[in-house]
Structure formats: C-alpha cells, structure tokens
C-alpha cells in the first residue's frame, strides 16, 4: 500500500507537506508547482488516505446508518437512492437496516450510536409506533434525523408534504366528477396517514362535500390490510364512487379486491393511491398515483444531519446536534401520475 512517505519521496518534499497538500490546509505556504508536485505524485502512485485512521483522529466513523421498517419495501427505494447518493456527495457510506432488533430503544439501535458505529442515524419509523414514544426511545436525539414523521421536540424531522398529497388526489377525483369520495388509510398512530386523510377532507370541504365516516378505513398500509379495508368499505351503501389510498402497496390491495368483488375500475370504482413505484404500472388496469420527492427527503434529511454533525463538539458527542426545527419538503410539490385506474363515475 502506498504511504504518505511513499509520495513524499516521489515529490521531494517532507512528509508534513504531502499531508497538509492533500488534506487542504489553508495555512501552509509553499509555491504552486510544489503544490502540483505533491497532487502528481499522489495520483502517479494511485495514493488512497487511511480512511480508518483519518477517522479514529477526527473522532468520526465517515459512516451513516439509514433505518427503514422494510428494506423490501419498495416505497423506500428512492428515499434510499437520496440518502445514498447524497452521503457519497460528502464522503460518507451508509449502512441500511431494518429489522425489529433495529428500533429506537432496542439494544442494536443504541449500539450504533453509543459505541460510534455510525455518525449519525436516519430513521423512518414504522407506522405502529407513536412518535413521541420513538423520541423518548432515542439514545442519541441529537445526532438523529426522523424522516417523514413528527414533528416532535427536540429531535429533527423532515417530511414531505402529507397534506398535498392528499390534496392533490383528492382534486384530481373531483375534476372527475365524483362527489361519494372515500379513502383508505394506515393504522391509527401512522403519522402520515392522519396528514394524508387531511389533504382529502380540507379539500372535500372546500367543494361543500365531506368526509363520511363509513367511507373511511384505517386498518393499514399492507396489501392484506387494503384488501380487508377494501372489502368492507365497499360492501357498505351507498358505497363510494372513489377512493384515495394512502399508500401505494395498499393501492394494489383495492384494486385486487374490487376485482374480486367484481367491481369494474374505473367504470364503478375510480382508485387513486399515494406514492409511486414500478409495480404500479403492472396493475390491471395501472394504478393512479401521486408521485412524492422521496429522493429529495432523503438527500435534505442527510444535510440536515451532516450539518449537525459539523456543529458538534470535536469530541463527537454532539452537544449542539441537528437543527430541530421540524421541515416539510414542499419543492417539487406531489405530482399527479395519470394511469387507468381512475374515471368518471358511474354514469356520468
């Protein structure tokens, strides 16, 4: 392996100036074709810093850990490309994770942080738990990121904009024609759920309609989850014309249960679902969706904790840490991807 001597060598200069050269130390003084010297010499012989030991003396580990509830889960392909490649922007790798040993309280989450595994921590929480119970959870808040969840205090949060989604799917419905709206949403604790279902009733309520109890589920975001909320909305009458879905997973759900129930999409049953993935075109008829910036969640929720992570204390301990103001990523806004699953409503 090429040293720091090795290129000192080639160059003709000390170890000391390879080492300021190639670390850009703004104080050292030393004549421009020396400076180029040492870069040539340095790329000549292929020379790579110890990045181990560069971080053992920096207290830093150039690593973050990015924590999802399913790393299967297509929903958090983009989020992970945003992540990753924003960290590589700064010369950080990220570790993925995802299994229950990986919540904030158990023994693997803490160890990441407390015995300096990573840097920092981007955490997308599972649905079923509460946010402040997650918070409350957290071993080190300060050099944790939450990702579409809160806003809670004292912990950074980043989200996308919940409320427009909804919104956006719910007007592009109306457009249509439908009045007898319904949706389809998480559980009860789910962050984005509650933000989502907003979107449609300010928007039904803008247009003199409401939201009916009936017309409305909160049994989950899974495929198995839809299909069962799907069944039992769409037994009750009158059912509705529409629904909006929460999540995209769970859109497929309500098509492949209407279908069972023998109910046509999009001449009786008009669905639209939030988020967008490949599988979704794949439907029959394709699924509707609302388009979310998941790779600019990602890529902002990284700034956001490499920038706490610059403020901290030397040590690393963090005394500062991220910026805790909550943030809603609102450019680009939710877009509208037009596929067939969506319609008039029944005789119009």
């Known amino acids: 392996?090429?040293?720091?001597?090795?290129?000192?060598?080639?160059?003709?200069?000390?170890?000391?100036?390879?080492?300021?050269?190639?670390?850009?130390?703004?104080?050292?003084?030393?004549?421009?074709?020396?400076?180029?010297?040492?870069l040539e010499s340095a790329r000549l012989l292929r020379y790579a810093p110890n990045s181990a030991g560069r971080s053992l003396r920096r207290s830093r580990t150039h690593l973050l850990a990015l924590v999802v509830p399913d790393v299967t889960n297509a929903t958090f392909t983009d989020l992970v490309n945003g992540v990753e490649s924003r960290a590589l922007d700064h010369n950080y790798s990220v570790v993925l994770a995802s299994s229950p040993r990986m919540q904030p309280g158990s023994d693997g989450f803490t160890r990441l942080l407390s015995e300096r595994l990573v840097?920092?921590?981007?955490?997308?929480?599972?649905d079923e738990a509460p946010t402040e119970l997650v918070a409350r959870a957290l071993?080190?808040?300060?050099?944790?990121?939450?990702?579409?969840?809160?806003?809670?205090?004292?912990?950074?949060?980043?989200?996308?904009?919940?409320?427009?989604?909804?919104?956006?799917?719910?007007?592009?419905?109306?457009?249509?024609?439908?009045?007898?709206?319904?949706?389809?949403?998480?559980?009860?604790?789910?962050?984005?759920?509650?933000?989502?279902?907003?979107?449609?009733?300010?928007?039904?309520?803008?247009?003199?309609?409401?939201?009916?109890?009936?017309?409305?589920?909160?049994?989950?975001?899974?495929?198995?989850?839809?299909?069962?909320?799907?069944?039992?909305?769409?037994?009750?009458?009158?059912?509705?014309?529409?629904v909006v879905v929460g999540n995209v997973n769970a859109g497929i759900g309500v098509l492949t249960e209407a279908t069972q129930m023998g109910i046509g999409v999009p001449g009786e049953l008009s669905v639209v679902a939030i988020h967008d993935i490949w599988p979704a075109i794949t439907?029959?008829?394709?699924?509707?969706?609302?388009?979310?910036?998941?790779?600019?969640?990602?890529?902002?929720?990284?700034?956001?904790?490499?920038?706490?992570?610059?403020?901290?204390?030397?040590?690393?301990?963090?005394?500062?840490?991220?910026?805790?103001?909550?943030?809603?990523?609102d450019d680009p806004t939710p877009e509208l991807v037009l596929r067939a699953s969506t319609g008039p409503p029944p005789g119009a």
């Open 139 to 242: 071993s080190h808040p300060e050099r944790t990121v939450l990702i579409n969840s809160g806003p809670v205090s004292g912990v950074a949060t980043i989200a996308i904009d919940d409320v427009a989604a909804g919104a956006l799917a719910t007007r592009h419905l109306l457009d249509l024609g439908h009045t007898s709206i319904g949706y389809v949403g998480g559980v009860p604790t789910s962050d984005t759920s509650d933000r989502r279902r907003s979107g449609v009733e300010q928007t039904l309520a803008t247009a003199g309609l409401a939201l009916a109890r009936e017309h409305t589920t909160a049994l989950g975001y899974t495929y198995r989850s839809a299909r069962d909320a799907a069944r039992l909305l769409l037994s009750r009458q009158p059912a509705p014309t529409a």
């Open 283 to 329: 439907c029959a008829p394709a699924l509707t969706t609302i388009r979310l910036p998941m790779e600019v969640l990602g890529a902002t929720a990284v700034d956001v904790l490499l920038a706490g992570l610059e403020t901290s204390d030397p040590g690393g301990n963090g005394r500062n840490g991220a910026d805790t103001t909550s943030r809603v990523i």
């Open 119 to 126: 840097d920092g921590v981007l955490l997308q929480k599972g």
């Open 1 to 38: 392996m090429v040293t720091l001597r090795d290129v000192a060598g080639h160059a003709g200069v000390s170890v000391s100036v390879v080492s300021r050269v190639l670390n850009s130390d703004p104080s050292i003084r030393i004549r421009p074709e020396t400076r180029q010297r040492v």
